[in-house]
Structure formats: C-alpha cells, structure tokens
C-alpha cells in the first residue's frame, strides 16, 4: 500500500464505560454487556474475542453507535455517543466511523466505484479524486471499478468494502468477522489491507473474530466472556490466542460444573 504519510494520531480513539447491554425482561433478560470498561488506543490494530455468546459484536455495534447501550457510557474521540440526537449519531457514523462487515453490503445495482463513493455521495460531498486514486489503488481495484458486486469475487467485494470505509478518511475502522465468508487466501489478503491501513494511514481498527490467525494481525486482542474483558494480549500469535482461547473454554467448563453441582444439592 502506497499512500500518503499517515497523520500523528495519539490518545484513546474509541472507550467505553460501565457499558451494560440488556435484551429481554423479567425471566427473558439476557445481559450481553455486563458493566464494560475497555479503551482503543488511536493508531492501532485492535482485536476483540471470546466464546460464542461472550458479547463481542455487541460491544462493537455498541461502540460503533449502530446499537444502543442499557447504561453506560461510549466516546469516539472527544464524543460521548450518548449526548447525540438520532441526527447527530448519523452524521458521526458517516463521517467519523468506517465500517466492515463479513456480508459485505454492498448494492448489487451500483458499480463497485459507486459503492466506494456512496458514502460521500449521500454527504453529498465528491471524492477527493487524489485520495480515491490512492485508495482504490491500494485495494488493488484500479480495473475492476466498472464492475458490479455480483461480477466480483468474495475477496474483491470485500476490498470494496474496506476502500469504502477508507475513502471518508474515518477515525476508527469497525469490523464484524471481515473474513468469515472468505477462503482462507482473500481473506489473508483483507487482513494484510487493514494492517497496512494502520501501518501507512494511521488508521484504528476494532475487529471482531473468531479467527486466531485473524487476531494475530493486530497489535492488541481484547477476549471477553460472559459479557465482561477478562484477558488481554499484546504482540499475539495465533498459539498464544489459542491458548488463551482454551483457557477461557476451560474456566467457563468449570463454572458450569460449579453451578450444576450447587443446583443437585439444592434439589433443583
């Protein structure tokens, strides 16, 4: 990736405090965010993990604004998303947030140039021709512009969907499972494209996955369970995320061999 110098980002790009997520009511309620403190360091790969049902993409559709928390706090940048009006919020996540997503959404009607653009044209702001050169070069499209969704490969869909969340020059990138319908060389390929958006642009990214070859990629995992950060890795490998992973498995076995036994006793 061949772009311009990235800007000096610093400080916390993304946080969230005591971030609660209820569904449900009574005997139905379903707590997936229980009392969440976490921060994202601006300039950064960021990971987010856990068990199936552990509220990581909670937590993002929370931090990404597209989900509102039960109680709570969540700051992108210098903004409390809570003090936003519905108008306001649209704004902040058109211009200030970028998005990835593992189904790609992108209009199957559109080019893939005009989906890169989309997000300037409902702005009604033009690109920078410079800037959307750049980018589209770095996703590798520069011939594939004319061509609709549907004429592309999984990988090259997704690149169209990583230079869309580029070409508004975003504070912070999120994406939910980005390679989860990918074969294991596209996805390597948007992998390398997000690290290098950091590395060259400055960029933050939060990802969510389940993948540890996937969070190896970033600088800093974050691993959830039962709706709460309980571990932390910093330079990860695929091993150590494994590791960590099957460590987080086994604790949650025993608890629910604790809870089980305590419920024999009681005769429940």
Known sequence: MSLAPPPVRTGVAVAARGLRKEYGHGTARVVALDGVDV???AGAFHAVMGPSGSGKSTLLHCLAGL????AGTVRIGDTDT???DDRRLTLLRRDRIGFVFQKFNLLPALTAEENIVLPLAIANRRPEATWLRQVVAAVGLADRLGHRPGELSG???QRVALARALVTR???IFADEPTGNLDSRS???VLRLLREAVDT???TVVMVTHD???AAYADRVVFLADGRPVRELTAPTAERVLDTLAGLDRTAEQDGSRVAATDARRGR
Not at 67 to 70: A, G, I, L, V
């Open 39 to 41: 921060g994202f360091a």
């Open 67 to 70: 989900d509102s928390p039960t």
């Open 82 to 84: 809570a003090r936003l």
């Open 155 to 157: 990988g090259q869909q």
């Open 170 to 172: 975003p504070e912070v």
């Open 187 to 189: 996805g390597a390929e």
């Open 201 to 203: 642009l400055g960029q």
């Open 212 to 214: 540890p070859v996937a």
